[in-house]
C-alpha cells in the first residue's frame, strides 16, 4: 500500500489491494477535459531515466497536468527506478482491459504509469482532443483490437501506479506485486485481472456524466447494466449517479417503487440541461414524435454536440437528422446536414448478417474486435435482430460503420463536430444507429426499472454498440486515421 507521507495523492481512496486516485483527471489543457491539445508524435512506452535529481512521486510542488508533448518534465520519481536491461530486453506489464463488468476486453484504451498526480475530470461537454493525459505519463499504451496491452520500461519498484482510462471513463491502481526486472510482469490472474477493468461506481474511479432517454421501442437502459454500471449509479436527472434518467415517449418512467423520471422534452430543448452531461444517449421511441422534439430541441442538440457532447441516438431519434415526421410532414429543421439518404423503407428481414467497414482503421479493429469477443461475428459480420432501413447511405460527412448491403441500410454511421470546421476544431460526436439494441434479448422497455432488465449477458448486436459506447467516449479525432497513444512527458 502507498504510503500517504511518501506520496501526496489527491483524495486517495483504497478499495481491496488498489489504491484509487478519486479526483477525476483532466489534461493540461485547461479546458475540463481530460485530453490536451494534439501533439503529433507520441511513442508508446517512453525512455529510461538515468539522471536527475530524485523526489517523491506525487510530492509537493509536482505537476498535476502535461503540456502534450515530450521534453517538459525532469526525470524525477518513478522515472529514476526505470532500468536500462541487457541484450535489448524491456520490464514490462501486460494484460487485458475489461469493461466494468470485467467480462469483455476493450479496444484502444489508454494505459500508462502516471509520475504525478492527476487533475480532477469535470463533468460536462468539453472539447477533448487526442493528445496528453494528466499525471505526467512514464510510460503509455493503447490496448489493441483483443483488449491487450504491453507497457514497456516500467519502473522497477513495488506498489506500481497504474492508471486505464478513454475519455472520462477512468481508473487508477497501485499494483500489490514488486515489478520484476527485465521480464514481463502479467497482469492476468486473479485478483491482479480485476484491476484492468474500468470502473463500475464512483467509488473505483470516474465514470462520464450520462443522460438516458427511456423509450417505447429500446432498452438502453438495460445495455448500460449488462456493461457493468452499478445500479446505484443510476438515478433520476440531476441526482447522485452517474447514470441519470429522462422519460422519452412511451418509455420507461420511474423506478420500480420510487422515484419519477423527469420528462425527456424540457430536458433536451435546453442547452443549459444537456451541457452537464459528457454522454446523451437516446432510446429508440417507436415513432419520431415530433411533438416531444420542437426546433428549440434540435437546435440545443445541435449545440451541446458543436461545444463537445457525445450524442448517441437509437432509430426513431432519426428526427434528429432527418426532420421528417415518420408519418410525414413537419416543418423542423436539422442541425446537421449533408449526412445520407433517409428514407421509410420496410424493415429487412429478421434476422440479418450485416458487414463491419473494414475499409478505415478503426472499423478494421471493429471487425478484428467482434471476433474475438463474439462467437457469433466473425470475420466483419454481424448478426442483427431488429434492424431497420432508414438510412440507406452515408456521404463523405459521415463514418459508415456497419452496413447491410442487400438493403441497402447502414445500420452504424457516426460524424464529428462541428461539421463546417477542419478535423483539428472538431469537439463533439454523433452516434446513429439503425436497429433495436434490446431486440430479441428480452428486455422490457416499458417496465419500471430495473425489473424490465432480465437479461445479463451482452448480445452480439449489443457487443457491437459497447464498442461504439467507448469509442464515442474517446478523444476527438479523424476516424480514418489510426490512434496513437498519448506521449510519455519526460525531460
Known amino acids: 500500500m502507498l504510503e500517504r507521507s511518501k506520496f501526496s495523492l489527491i483524495a486517495a481512496t483504497v478499495v481491496g489491494a488498489a489504491m484509487v486516485l478519486a479526483g477525476p483527471g483532466c489534461g493540461s489543457s485547461g479546458n475540463g477535459s481530460e485530453f490536451g491539445s494534439s501533439s503529433g508524435s507520441s511513442g508508446s512506452s517512453g525512455s529510461s531515466g538515468s539522471s536527475g535529481s530524485s523526489g517523491d512521486l506525487f510530492g509537493e510542488g509536482g505537476s498535476s497536468g502535461s503540456s502534450g508533448s515530450s521534453g517538459t518534465v525532469p526525470c524525477t520519481g518513478l522515472c529514476l527506478k526505470q532500468k536500462t536491461c541487457p541484450g535489448g530486453g524491456t520490464t514490462s506489464l501486460s494484460g487485458y482491459v475489461y469493461d466494468p463488468a470485467g467480462k469483455v476486453p476493450l479496444y484502444n484504451i489508454v494505459v500508462y504509469v502516471p509520475n504525478a498526480p492527476l487533475a480532477p475530470i469535470a463533468s460536462g461537454a468539453s472539447c477533448d482532443k487526442c493528445g496528453a493525459v494528466s499525471g505526467n505519463p512514464l510510460v503509455t499504451t493503447l490496448t489493441d483490437a483483443t483488449g491487450h496491452f504491453k507497457l514497456d520500461n516500467v519502473p522497477i519498484d513495488a506498489n506500481l501506479p497504474l492508471v486505464v482510462q478513454v475519455g472520462k471513463w477512468r481508473r487508477a491502481v497501485t499494483l500489490p506485486i514488486t515489478i520484476q526486472e527485465c521480464k514481463d510482469n502479467p497482469l492476468t490472474t486473479a485478483p491482479l485481472k480485476d484491476l484492468t477493468r474500468l470502473p463500475k461506481n464512483q467509488t473505483e474511479g470516474n465514470i462520464p456524466l450520462i443522460a438516458i432517454t427511456t423509450g417505447g421501442a429500446d432498452a438502453l ?193 457516426s460524424f464529428n463536430t462541428p461539421q463546417a470546421v477542419p478535423d483539428d476544431q472538431k469537439c463533439g460526436k454523433v452516434v446513429y444507429s439503425d436497429l433495436h439494441v434490446s431486440s430479441g434479448v428480452g428486455d422490457k422497455h416499458t417496465q419500471p426499472w430495473p425489473t424490465g432488465c432480465k437479461t445479463a449477458t451482452l448480445s452480439p448486436q449489443e457487443k457491437a454498440l459497447e464498442f461504439m459506447l467507448f469509442d464515442l467516449s474517446y478523444c476527438i479525432q479523424n476516424d480514418g486515421k489510426p490512434p496513437v497513444p498519448p506521449p510519455p512527458v519526460i525531460k
Open 221 to 413: 437502459e438495460c445495455f448500460l447494466r449488462k456493461v457493468g454500471i452499478e445500479d446505484k449509479e443510476f438515478s433520476v436527472g440531476g441526482g447522485a449517479g452517474r447514470v441519470q434518467f429522462y422519460t422519452g415517449f412511451e418509455g420507461t418512467s420511474n423506478f420500480q417503487g420510487g422515484a419519477t423520471f423527469t420528462a425527456a422534452q424540457p430536458f433536451w430543448s435546453s442547452i443549459d440541461n444537456l451541457k452537464k452531461y459528457d454522454l446523451v444517449l437516446l432510446s429508440c421511441e417507436g415513432r419520431t414524435d415530433i411533438g416531444g422534439k420542437p426546433q428549440a430541441a434540435l437546435d440545443a442538440m445541435g449545440q451541446y454536440a458543436n461545444m463537445g457532447g457525445r450524442v448517441f441516438a437509437s432509430h426513431w431519434h432519426r428526427f434528429w437528422f432527418d426532420a421528417i415526421d415518420d408519418k410525414g410532414g413537419g416543418t423542423e429543421v436539422s442541425p446537421w446536414t449533408n449526412l445520407g439518404a433517409w428514407n421509410d423503407a420496410p424493415d429487412p428481414p429478421d434476422p440479418i448478417t450485416a458487414d463491419v467497414n473494414s475499409t478505415f482503421p478503426k472499423g478494421k479493429a471493429m471487425a478484428d474486435w467482434l471476433t474475438a469477443v463474439e462467437p457469433l461475428a466473425q470475420n466483419g459480420q454481424l448478426p442483427i435482430s431488429g434492424a431497420r432501413d432508414n438510412l440507406t447511405s452515408v456521404t463523405a460527412n459521415t463514418t459508415m460503420w456497419i452496413n447491410y448491403a442487400a438493403g441497402p441500410a447502414v445500420q452504424y454511421m
